[in-house]
């Protein structure tokens, strides 16, 4: 009996490094991970306080529309703006439909633009991998001052390859009244016209 509990007494290392040894792996391989992950890729601050500076500014992007372009360097960092009212709830999204496979993007919205013609350098919201595969989705962005704002698509690696950003509108009480105002009242009466009936028809 001594010496079967002997050779049991041997056996409780073996079992205990058994034990461990898989949990051991999980967390080694965890860490590997961790240190591989993307990188959002901000464009740097400039020393005129305009992140806008810092950019290629590609020009707007319009409610409920999309703009597509593709990186040309690594990294880099193009701009977008858009102008939305007062509370409106927005998406910014680098659509899978449109963009490059295996493309890594970081986005960042800055703003609203002030008098002097400066989106500052305030994040206002950033995203790394919210989209698709690598690509970068802002879902939901309640902006409670209206004006002009500022969207920054990053890449690290994207150097050739394509892109979509897509901005949409959330509330419906995005776009700005004074958009507007300089629609012709004619061309504006036949629309509204030729809308109701539409609607009448249809029921």
């Known amino acids: 009996m001594r010496h079967a509990w002997s050779r049991l007494w041997w056996l409780v290392p073996s079992l205990l490094v058994a034990a461990c040894g898989p949990s051991q ?6 860490e590997v991970g961790e240190r591989t992950q993307s990188i959002l890729y ?9 992140i806008v500076d810092s950019t290629p500014y590609l020009g707007p992007v319009g409610l409920n529309d999309a703009v597509q372009t593709q990186f040309t360097t690594n990294p880099q960092y193009l701009s977008f703006s858009f102008n939305v009212a007062a509370g ?8 899978h439909l449109g963009s490059s496979m295996y493309l890594d993007t970081g986005l960042f919205i800055h703003g609203p633009k002030n008098a002097s013609g400066s989106y500052g350098t305030t994040v206002l919201a950033q995203d790394d991998d919210a989209g698709y595969g690598q690509l970068s989705k802002v879902a939901s962005l309640t902006l409670a001052q209206g004006g002009e704002y500022l969207a920054v698509v ?7 390859k ?9 509330n419906g009480a995005c776009a700005q009244e004074d958009l507007f105002t300089a629609c012709d009242l004619d061309v504006a009466t036949r629309i509204e016209v ?4 539409v609607v009448e028809t249809q029921g």
């Open 88 to 95: 409106a709830r927005v998406s910014l999204e680098v659509t």
């Open 25 to 30: 792996e999980l967390e080694a391989s965890a």
């Open 154 to 160: 990053s890449t690290g690696t994207g150097a050739g």
């Open 194 to 197: 030729c809308d109701e009936s």
């Open 42 to 50: 901000p464009p740097p601050v400039p020393a005129s306080g305009n």
């Open 162 to 170: 394509k892109f979509r950003l897509a901005l949409g509108c959330l």
